[in-house]
């Protein structure tokens, strides 16, 4: 587990299946210990969480990123927020739902993102001196140091999922930290802007 970030740190799991690194988030916000996407964890990053905390609630971005969430949720006795539309679709039982614009604990705003793979996907914002967006599944961090969308099958509509990929630059963020691949802990907007440029 890595401290990538004032208060925020990152562990990996990488998944065989889909040759790629899925990440989990331990975040210290002010007195607020929140996991977010959590993926197996390995015993360090465990010794991480334990030292610092104990965890509040743990935070699902999409209805495919659960996870370890339940297992977590026992095993720390915190709460479980996962988004309002998502909830049906998944084989737990939240403690709390979430919806577009919701100020959650700790002062993460959720962003709901339409015509994503999910109909829940939400992107988390938080306010600091520089901005830091989590995603889930919105963006991918591949290759490193740039982001890219889900195959085109995953959607409905790609060019409908691109557009409401556009919402997130209305946010002032310079970290960009990823549910799949490598996140982009500085300078992330310009590569999303890259990303959702419309084609000349």
């Known amino acids: 587990m890595k401290n990538i970030l004032p208060g925020i740190w990152q562990w990996s799991w990488f998944s065989e299946e889909k040759q790629i690194d899925f990440n989990g988030l331990f975040l210290t916000v002010g007195e607020h210990k929140i996991l977010v996407d959590p993926p197996p964890m390995t015993g360090d990053a465990s010794a991480v969480v334990l030292r610092n905390g104990p965890v509040d609630y743990i935070i699902v971005t999409n209805r495919d990123h659960v996870r370890e969430a339940v297992k977590y949720q026992d095993e720390f006795r915190c709460q479980l927020h996962v988004p309002e539309v998502d ?106 802007e890259r990303l959702l440029q419309p084609a000349s």
């Open 87 to 192: 909830a049906p679709l998944m084989d737990l039982k939240p403690t709390k739902t979430f919806k577009d614009g919701e100020l959650l604990i700790g002062g993460i705003w959720v962003i709901q993102l339409k015509d994503q793979k999910s109909p829940g996907e939400s992107a988390l914002f938080i306010q600091q001196r520089k901005g830091v967006l989590i995603v889930g599944d919105a963006l991918i961090g591949k290759p490193a140091g740039s982001v890219s969308m889900l195959p085109a099958e995953k959607y409905a509509d790609m060019a409908k999922a691109q557009e409401g990929l556009r919402r997130l630059l209305k946010y002032n963020f310079d970290s960009l930290l990823v549910g799949d691949g490598t996140s982009i802990l500085t300078d992330a907007k310009p590569a999303v």
